[in-house]
Nanobody, 125 residues
């Protein structure tokens, strides 16, 4: 599975961005695609995932109610709509693919086999 993320940029606090991730490969539809982020000086952290099997969605507490993940299976695309952005959302955002779909597995970074290259999101006035 190959992944490519895009859509990052500079946005003011309170603004919105939509990240996109294209997942290619013959088995891409059998993977849950999630988003992680890494702020300067910190480790990579889970943001959101949409299960490939039952289409359930999971979010980190820090983004609940502000971010929405969606998947267009026909296009092998996964989107992360980010609203009400805050300075603390500033990070490099990565999309990744996992063969797991349960909450405990699909929110665990070590359960992800494939990673995209990352896209920078900067929230600043």
């Amino acid at each position: 599975v190959q992944l490519q993320a895009s859509g990052g940029g500079l946005v003011q606090p309170g603004g919105s961005l939509r990240l996109s991730c294209v997942a290619s490969g013959s088995t891409a539809k059998l993977y849950s695609v999630g988003w992680f982020r890494q702020a300067p000086g910190e480790g990579r952290k889970f943001v959101s995932v949409k299960s490939y099997r039952d289409y359930k969605t999971y979010y980190a507490d820090s983004v609940k109610g502000r971010f929405t993940i969606s998947r267009d299976s026909a296009k092998n695309m996964v989107y992360l709509q980010m609203n009400s952005l805050k300075a603390e959302d500033t990070a490099v955002y990565y999309c990744a693919a996992s063969p797991y779909y349960s909450y405990s597995d699909s929110t665990d970074i070590v359960k992800y086999d494939y990673w995209g290259q990352g896209t920078q999101v900067t929230v600043s006035s």
